[in-house]
């Protein structure tokens, strides 16, 4: 495979690019700082086929990067091949507005052939190439240049490795037959929405107490506006104010600014400065949250009664058995919410009774639920029975 040198001018970035597009993949990394912002600071590229391998500086003075970018979410011909890559796709939305298409997770794959649930880098490495993966540069200010020699080796070899894992994975996965399982999870995590940052849905992060329109009316104004600061700044939420400030400035609003140098968690300046003018100014805009908005109460949530937390249990005793049976990640097969949600009486739009998981695991649990399964124990191991009684 050839390595680049450092692409930091656009002629060779387009040329590459070109090569490229003519791949059946490319796979991609990124390297970033976002310790004192709110957008990820990003500060290299990485990318390769089987042939090519290249780490680009976007950082790098009149730098193009469209032909890179349309590569990743215009091309649907070349599939883009991550390894845990949630927040590499954060930076490619923050910059195009979209996520990379066709997507393929190398984390998640590993799910389905039994390698854990969430197989860090340097052990897929190690299990399909046995290469110890130089972890020296890890905590490098990729932000800093120049970059030396050693810091790119080390950024290019998350792909150059990749690119030779991927065809091994997919080789297994045809093997098995699992590829297909895969698929409602690469569009899961590639929807676009994912990686959005809708200051109207800023609340839903922030833990609360109690289910008052007027309070979660607060909420939702005083999370929004500091989600438009911290944007505008660009500096990581809670430089701005901390999620417990905010819930507890929701909770007992100070009549008018001045108070704001009583509110345990902002400065004593805020009382009379522009921030805390902005502050108050979304309280006094608050309305109390509509009924449609308003979050499900917490004695409503599947699973929280006696007998479905009962019935919950043994839907998560028999995963952990099925996915030992058919080796597949747990969390690939059904999440604890679904469970929960089953146990409750709910059967509609759930992952579980959808498709390859019906199948593999949803089948058996809602008969389960619905009492044509039961647990017993035959000469000292737990086993799973069919009964007619069906209760």
Known sequence: MHIHDLITDSATLANLCTRLSQADFVCVDTEFMRENTFWPELCLIQIADVNEAAAIDPMAPGLDMTPLLDLLVKNEDVLKVFHAGGQDLEIVYNLTGK???????????????????????????????GIVVDKGARFTDWSRRPLDARQIEYAIGDVTHLAKIFPKMLARLRKTGRGEWLDQEMERIGDPANYANDPEEAWKRIRIAGRKPDVLGRLKALARWRELEAQSKDLPRGRIVKDETIADIAGHP??????????????????????????????????????????????????????????????????????????????????????????????????????WRFDQFGRDALDLVEGRLAFAVVNGKLKMTRTEDVT
Do not use: C
Request: aromatic share 4%.
């Open 99 to 129: 996520t990379p298409h066709p997507l393929f997770d190398t984390q998640v794959a590993a799910m389905a052939l039994g390698q854990g649930e969430q197989i860090g880098y340097s052990n897929l490495v190690d299990s399909y190439l």
């Open 254 to 355: 100070p009549r008018k600014q001045s108070d704001l140098a009583k509110v345990r968690g902002l400065s004593a300046t805020w009382a009379g400065n522009d921030i805390g003018g902005r502050l108050m100014a979304a309280l006094e805009a608050a309305v109390p949250m509509s009924a449609d908005e308003m979050p499900a109460r917490d004695d409503r949530k599947p699973g929280l009664g006696k007998d479905g937390a009962l019935v919950a249990d043994l839907l998560k005793l028999l995963l952990k058995i099925r996915s030992k049976e058919i080796d597949v990640a747990s969390r690939l097969l059904a999440r604890s919410e679904d469970l929960e949600a089953l146990a409750a009486g709910q059967r509609d739009g759930l992952p579980i009774l959808q498709g």
